[in-house]
Nanobody
Framework: QVQLVESGGGLVQAGGSLRLSCAAS????????MGWFRQAPGKEREFVGA????????SYADSVKGRFTISRANAKNTMYLQMNSLKPEDTATYYC????????????????????WGQGTQVTVSS
């Protein structure tokens, strides 16, 4: 099964930008959508955004729409989350995930439909 590794987290001031990467390795046996989720201390893990296998469909949580952009490399093994205009409330551990065996133009929002998860990367936004 594919393994996912996030990178690019760090400390940034409010209003700043950060780009996260999610690299897939190992073997996959089907197409898969990829998504970003985040979890702040004491809170539930929540959906941030997702991108379809084709790269043609994206979906975003309302809280990040217009500020965050998801993209996927042509090789489909790397996903990026460009985060602009960061706010302190964006502080969380960010996880990438793969939703295996879905349609080419599907990008789900539900946490429990994702099959493979990375270890997370910390994003801290200071006031």
């Amino acid at each position: 099964q594919v393994q996912l590794v996030e990178s690019g987290g760090g400390l940034v001031q409010a209003g700043g930008s950060l780009r996260l990467s999610c690299a897939a390795s190992g073997r996959t046996f089907s197409n898969y959508a990829m998504g970003w989720f985040r979890q702040a201390p004491g809170k539930e893990r929540e959906f941030v955004g997702a991108i379809s296998w084709s790269g043609g469909i994206t979906s975003y949580a309302d809280s990040v729409k217009g500020r965050f952009t998801i993209s996927r490399a042509n090789a489909k093994n790397t996903m990026y989350l460009q985060m602009n205009s960061l706010k302190p409330e964006d502080t969380a551990t960010y996880y990438c995930a793969a939703d295996l065996g879905v349609g080419w133009n599907y990008a789900g929002r539900r946490l429990n439909e994702y099959d493979v998860w990375g270890q997370g990367t910390q994003v801290t936004v200071s006031s």
